[in-house]
Nanobody
């Protein structure tokens, strides 16, 4: 069982930066592939970035490549999402998610993730 708690959301001007954190409980954290998803009002949830258990492999949505960086600190049971050059269209609720520890790969399908946090709001203003 893994419990996830996000933090770090807030209001930021376009062009600014935020860093989201996802604190996880559970003994298998270092084996769980992790990801960030987001959902804007009236839109479907979409994949943002993912990272393997060791942190050696990462994936990004095309819309955030070069602006966002996902990382993890397994000693602290925490995954991060550094968001730079934020745009108005990045406004959404951001949620972190974890796959089962026996799943080795990062995917962009939300149905592959079995543990979810409650989400944190990111609002980008002009």
């Amino acid at each position: 069982q893994v419990q996830l708690v996000e933090s770090g959301g807030g209001l930021v001007q376009a062009g600014g930066s935020l860093r989201l954190s996802c604190a996880a409980s559970g003994r298998t954290f270092s084996m769980n592939p992790m990801a960030w998803f987001r959902q804007a009002p009236g839109k479907e949830r979409e994949f943002v970035a993912g990272i393997s258990g060791t942190g050696g492999s990462t994936n990004y949505a095309d819309s955030v490549k070069g602006r966002f960086t996902i990382s993890r600190d397994n000693a602290k049971n925490t995954v991060y999402l550094q968001m730079n050059s934020l745009k108005l269209e990045d406004t959404a609720v951001y949620s972190c998610a974890a796959r089962h520890f026996m799943s080795s790969t990062v995917t962009a399908r939300d149905s592959d993730y079995i543990y979810w946090g409650q989400g944190t709001q990111v609002t980008v203003s002009s």
